[in-house]
Nanobody, 118 residues
């Protein structure tokens, strides 16, 4: 079984920064795409950023403010969030495409709350 555990969510003032971390554990062969999604109250879960083979992809709303990175040796993905605004308030979820004995599967973390006050 593969587990993703996020950390780093907090309450921060507008204009501030946070760094989210997510580490994968368990038995698997490799991890392909890793990413971050978020879900605000009453809204659907949306893509924030993904990273695969060194290539990154960002939602328009976070371009220039957020940076995704990964450490393959630690099976970890990070999200550096700068210039936060109240619209960034949401539960942030880590997502990874993991190759296991059962094949390629998508796993999700439990989420970490980010709250930006105005």
């Amino acid at each position: 079984q593969v587990q993703l555990v996020e950390s780093g969510g907090a309450l921060v003032q507008a204009g501030g920064s946070l760094r989210l971390s997510c580490a994968a554990s368990g038995i698997f062969f490799s991890i392909n795409t890793m990413g971050w999604y978020r879900q605000a109250p009453g809204l659907q879960r949306e893509l924030v950023a993904t990273i695969s083979g060194g290539r990154t992809n960002y939602a328009d709303s976070v371009k220039g403010r957020f940076t995704i990175s990964r450490d393959n040796a630690k099976n970890a993905v990070y999200l550096q969030m700068n210039s936060l605004n109240p619209e960034d308030t949401a539960v942030y979820f880590c997502n990874s495409d993991v190759r296991t004995l059962s094949g390629l599967r998508t796993y999700w973390g439990q989420g970490t709350q980010v709250t930006v006050s105005s």
